[in-house]
């Protein structure tokens, strides 16, 4: 079975810095990667996602990440963040041929600082 | 289109009571899948429908949960007789293939917040 796993459960950075978030998988077949946001109180929005191509993605709001699969990585990154980045960010995984329901991280919480 | 849609958005209930989620996917989506998350943790898959064949549920979904999709669109997820520990977020998604590489990406809906008193 895949599981994924985020390392760092909050992350504080001061606004305009630039900021990784960071997400290792495991799984014994080929994966897709996504990375989804979630407001306070509110469902998980679809930020990027790795299917196939290129490894490195762009996502909305500036994000993107890059899929490394021999470190079997797909990190978040953001050159400068804003206050409204503010969020529970989640990184997922399911597998190629399979029911394709995700598996999640636990999440990692980021703080911009003003 | 309105994306995924879930009612209610948050529901208090006494231990013991049956409650209900129903959520409404996009219109051209298939798939339908339940999810649970509980405070400071990842989504948890619960179960899934393509159409109206509920095709996996996890071994989290006991035989107090119920959940179904009769015609194919909108799906019912209920509870009976609630515990504290059923107290979490349960989340609808429905997915659509993505045409170059045909995998399944799910659009959630914002939720359904249970609080068991």
């Known amino acids: 079975a895949q599981s994924v796993t985020q390392l760092d459960s909050q992350v504080p950075v001061f606004e305009e810095a630039p900021v990784e978030l960071r997400c290792n998988y495991s799984s014994s077949v080929s994966v897709y990667l996504f990375w989804y946001v979630q407001y306070p109180n509110q469902g998980l929005q679809l930020l990027l996602k790795?299917?196939?191509?290129?490894?490195l993605v762009k996502g909305i709001n500036g994000f993107e990440a890059e899929f490394n699969k021999s470190q079997t990585s797909f990190h978040l990154r953001k050159p400068s963040v804003h206050i409204s980045d503010t969020a529970e960010y989640f990184c997922a995984v399911s597998v190629l041929y399979g029911n394709e329901k995700l598996t999640f991280g636990t999440g990692t919480r980021l703080t911009i600082i003003p | 289109d309105t994306g995924v849609s879930q009612d209610p958005r948050h529901k208090i209930t006494k231990r013991g009571q049956n409650v209900t989620f129903r959520c409404d996917p996009i219109?051209?989506?298939?798939?339908l899948y339940w999810y649970r998350q509980t405070l400071g943790q990842g989504p948890e898959f619960l179960t899934y429908?393509?159409?109206?064949?509920?095709?996996?549920k996890s071994r989290l979904l006991s035989d107090r949960f119920s959940a179904e999709r009769p015609k194919g669109s909108f799906s019912t997820l209920e509870i009976q007789r609630t515990e504290q520990g059923d107290s979490a977020m349960y989340l609808c998604?429905?997915?659509?293939?993505?045409?170059?590489?045909?995998?399944?990406?799910?659009?959630f809906g914002a939720g359904s917040r249970l609080t068991v008193l």
């Open positions: 790795y299917l196939s191509g290129s490894t």
């Open positions: 998604a429905s997915s659509d293939r993505d045409s170059r590489s045909g995998a399944n990406v799910l659009t």
């Open positions: 219109s051209e989506h298939n798939r």
């Open positions: 429908f393509q159409n109206e064949a509920q095709l996996e």
